[in-house]
């Protein structure tokens, strides 16, 4: 029996050839600017996250030259290697949180109008009696901020390989609507997150040696009989020299090693990645239509960078997407509009007595022989330590997945948050997190704006937030609270300090909708099912702020599947030329 080859896997068996040449566009460049630097590629990629990568591997993989452009630095040796796979952050989370919290830069800050009483009255104080000076503005601070509808926890990584050099590596599939947007076949669907999963290095098996895993799983699966508790699906391979260590996949791992192998031969154009250069701009032809030019800027010389391409691809996340095709003059009636991001339930428990207890028998049923024999070893070589648990247990990761009646995504595991940071004091061998994830309606009023008299970091339109979640949302994340609290006293008492609470809106880091895909031209989407901006012939969006479904999971496979189609039809377009 014939089996049937997806595009990327008949181009995977075809040396790649270069196809610049076959259709080109020219335009006119002020040569005068001698602080002015060109560069041309058949494609550029605007963002070099795990969207923006999986772009990339496509289409180098089907034969044309891509260029990355990244606002950000490059942070480790290989170009976007998660920083966890460092063996002091997986050997100890708290250290991991503080990277990752001096990592992430807000959004939006309201500012305070609140006077500060103790401050020395001779000090320097904002008049705000003066209506043009409603507060600082520097470093995303936005006096136009109304903090009643901001997405406070709404932050932005700016580094090569982006949120992928730091996340959880939580890779569910959108299983059913409304997480699943409908403008496309559940056939295509499983078709595209099959490829997206290869990317990624998808597996949920990495975590089934260990003992807090299993306990944790069985106890979730007894008082949940009924809704699918499973291992947590995760981009995340095993380590094969320490079985305790795992390799968390970064957007290294997306490229993969032919392209990563490119990056290290400056001499050739097929792949190329630029740090430190943030577009500022997009420039349209006379008539609308195309994109002639980008225009960016090397922060590290302040030189002006001009890139010639066919195709622009912007993956600069849901916020600063939007952003760049505002300034570019690109303002369909939808853009910023539609914005959904996740109300997040968080709390933490130590695991009951009786539980350890059981683990100190090794009377838990479910015990592998192997991990019956690494507690006694533990013990044997730690008399003094009052925990059973093995030092390099590897932490628990288990999904209840949503569904129709329960609609929220539930991952009860132990990660890096700087709302989760353990004290010095606990030892994390004990502590489970858990957090459950709703889901907020695309309503049109749900926005992000930029403001013109108002600058961000790069100098570009300052984001402003309008969010509010309906009375719907509001109920369904009351149910959403309570569901996560029975799971939290089945596994034990709450961490003082940790219990049950709501995070700020944007702590799951989720946004979608910004530049959201649809049917028709019709107001209501920004870009095609394709990702291909309406009435625009070459330029094309990914990321999160693509999703046109209102979705409770972790959106980086959705997104990523969404690059796999886009690229594809990119390449298809290349050959047709």
């Not at 009255?121 to 000076?133: G, K, N, R, W, Y």
């Not at 290869?198 to 979730?220: A, G, P, Q, W, Y």
């Not at 192997?370 to 507690?375: G, L, P, Q, V, W």
């Amino acid at each position: 029996m014939a089996v049937r080859q997806t595009p990327d896997q008949k181009r995977q068996h075809a040396k790649p050839t270069p196809r610049s040449g076959r259709h080109k566009l020219h335009f006119h460049t002020d040569h005068t600017d001698s602080n002015l630097r060109e560069e041309r590629t058949d494609v550029l990629i605007i963002g070099s996250g795990p969207v923006g990568s999986a772009f990339a591997r496509v289409l180098v993989d089907g034969g044309l030259k891509v260029l990355i452009v990244d606002a950000g630095p490059q942070l480790s040796k290989v170009p976007g290697w998660h920083l966890k796979n460092s063996y002091v952050y997986q050997r100890d989370f708290n250290s991991f949180t503080g990277l990752i919290f001096s990592h992430l830069h807000e959004a939006s800050v309201a500012v305070s109008t609140h006077p500060t009483i103790t401050l020395d009255p001779s000090a320097f104080h904002v008049d705000l009696t003066e209506p043009e000076h409603r507060g600082f503005v520097r470093h995303n601070l936005n006096p136009k901020q109304n903090p009643l509808t901001n997405i406070d926890g709404e932050a932005e990584a700016f580094c090569v390989g982006g949120m992928a050099v730091y996340w959880t590596c939580a890779i569910p599939r959108a299983i059913e609507h409304p997480e699943r947007s409908v403008l496309l076949s559940d056939d295509e669907w499983n078709e595209l997150y099959q490829r997206a999963e290869e990317l990624l290095c998808c597996n949920d098996t990495v975590f089934d040696d260990s003992i807090r895993h299993t306990i944790v799983k069985d106890i979730m699966q007894s008082h949940f009989q009924d809704r699918g508790v499973r291992n947590l699906p995760l981009a995340v391979q095993a380590n094969e020299f320490d079985s305790s260590l795992v390799k968390w996949s970064g957007t290294d791992v997306i490229l993969g090693d032919e392209l990563l192998e490119l990056l290290n031969n400056s001499r050739q154009k097929r792949f190329r990645l630029l740090p430190e250069h943030v577009c500022r701009k997009l420039k349209l032809s006379d008539n609308g239509k195309y994109i002639e030019l980008a225009s960016c800027i090397d922060l590290t010389k302040n030189q002006k960078v001009v890139i010639h391409a066919e195709h622009y691809v912007v993956c600069a996340g849901a916020v600063r997407t939007p952003q760049l095709l505002f300034e570019s003059g690109i303002k369909p009636r939808a853009l910023g509009h539609y914005i959904c991001e996740q109300p997040k339930s968080f709390c933490q428990v130590v695991l009951k007595h009786k539980t350890v207890k059981c683990i100190r028998d090794r009377s838990w049923p479910s015990l592998t022989p192997e991990m019956r024999d690494a507690i006694q070893k533990h013990k044997e070589k730690n008399p003094k330590d009052p925990i059973p648990i093995p030092f390099h247990d590897k932490a628990p990761q288990v999904n209840i997945p949503f569904s129709k009646d329960h609609p929220y995504h539930c991952q009860i595991h132990r990660d890096a948050f700087k709302y989760g940071a353990v004290p010095p004091s606990v030892d994390d061998r004990l502590i489970v997190d858990l957090r459950w994830f709703g889901y907020a309606e695309a309503r049109y009023e749900n926005r992000v704006e930029f403001e013109t008299d108002v600058q961000d970091r790069f100098g570009m339109a300052q984001p402003t937030f309008h969010f509010q979640l309906s009375e719907d949302d509001a109920e369904r994340s009351h149910r959403m609270i309570d569901d996560m609290n029975k799971a939290a006293v089945a596994l034990g008492g709450f961490l003082p300090g940790s219990e049950p609470r709501f995070l700020p809106i944007g702590s799951s880091l989720n946004l979608t909708g910004s530049v959201r895909m649809g049917s028709s031209d019709n107001g209501e989407s920004v870009c095609d099912s394709h990702c291909k901006i309406w009435g625009q012939s070459n330029l094309w969006l990914g990321g999160n702020g693509v999703i046109d479904a209102t979705m409770a999971c972790n959106v980086t496979l959705t997104s990523v599947a969404l690059a796999i189609r886009s690229a594809r039809k990119i390449l298809s377009l290349a050959d047709d030329q």
